[in-house]
């Protein structure tokens, strides 16, 4: 298999020790171990809050130190002003509750099934048959903390998603014109209705329907950071939001808008790329939460999730994966 970052010479980085800190949402427990990587010391992009850095992490399964068949390439994020470290952990377990909510999601019968947050893939080493793929599957944001570096720096990383990288809608209510893909779209309005109104997943990007860095709002306004915008948010997003095959397989309920906002949202739409997903016919009809379901709305999802991971990988790969 071709390593796309083999040009970067990361032979020439130095090896660095660091700690892995993941969080298993459904047992909402931190779990740490300590990590081999190698990462550019200058960052190759950045978005409005975060630069990025290529990383490439040695596997703690293997016993070879073979950077060039046992690492994997993944992509370090760092802020670009200092912030509390409590938002680095924070950040984290955004993307782990967003995840619970894609599993939902995908319980439902979709005609594409989402997979957040990360993807990476797993592999075994044969000695006959090289590197073998097992299979594909998602894979947590976790933080790094440098402790042998000034400050013990910390990053997020994440797996490295090869492919066309696309932002779909954003949390203030931004929805991609040119090709209205209808899966993401449909699940920032699922996980409203599933909640019983009580939260909404946005700010969908990513490469097709792998998607990464979510943002959620709440009915309350608190939790996940200065992206939840609360409600106003959620309306955001029904004011560009115009309901698609998906939305109407899964018996989701047009957002009440005045005739004149409606009227403008259908037009965009029309005006609009659609994309051809074809339903199925079995897609499951989303019910609103029962009232104890939507006030134990997290402990709900987490008795309905069971670990995705453990369905394609052995133990001794989870001893390098995010325990679920």
């Avoid at 992490?57 to 046992?70: E, T, V």
């Avoid at 893939?121 to 044969?126: I, M, S, W």
């Avoid at 995705?308 to 989870?318: Q, W």
Wanted: with cysteine.
């Amino acid at each position: 298999m071709n390593d796309p970052w083999e040009k970067f010479h990361f032979e020439d980085f130095p090896t660095e020790k660091a700690i892995r800190h993941r969080y298993n949402a459904l047992k909402k427990e931190w779990v740490r171990d300590e990590v081999t990587v190698r990462m550019e010391s200058t960052p190759f992009g950045h978005g409005a809050m975060r630069e990025c850095f290529r990383m490439k992490k040695l596997s703690n399964f293997s016993r070879s130190c073979d950077w060039r068949s046992n690492s994997n390439n993944a992509v370090a994020k760092r802020y670009m002003s200092p912030v509390d470290p409590k938002m680095y952990f924070e950040e984290v377990k955004l993307q782990m509750d967003a995840k619970l909510w894609g599993e939902e999601f995908n319980r439902h019968n979709p005609p594409k099934k989402v997979k957040l947050v990360f993807i990476f893939e797993v592999h075994l080493f044969h000695k006959n048959l090289g590197r073998v793929k097992l299979g594909v599957d998602c894979c947590q944001m976790a933080v790094l903390e440098f402790p042998d570096k000034p400050g013990r720096p910390l990053y997020h990383v994440e797996n490295f998603i090869e492919g066309n990288y696309v932002k779909y809608n954003s949390n203030s209510g931004f929805v991609k014109d040119d090709i209205q893909r209808q899966t993401p779209h449909a699940f920032s309005h699922f996980t409203f209705e599933r909640s019983g109104h009580e939260l909404m997943v946005v700010d969908i990007q990513g490469v097709g329907d792998l998607y990464t860095d979510p943002q959620i709002h709440t009915a309350c306004g608190t939790e996940y950071g200065d992206g939840n915008l609360g409600t106003k948010g959620m309306a955001l997003f029904f004011h560009s939001h115009h309901c698609n095959n998906i939305c109407r397989s899964l018996g989701l309920s047009q957002f009440d808008l005045s005739p004149s906002e409606a009227e403008e949202i259908k037009n965009h739409s029309c005006s609009s790329t659609q994309s051809n997903t074809v339903l199925r016919g079995n897609e499951e009809i989303c019910v609103i939460p029962s009232e104890y379901e939507r006030t134990h709305l997290t402990e709900f999802l987490r008795l309905r999730s069971s670990s995705s991971i453990s369905s394609v990988v052995s133990d001794t790969i989870m001893e390098d994966e995010p325990e679920e």
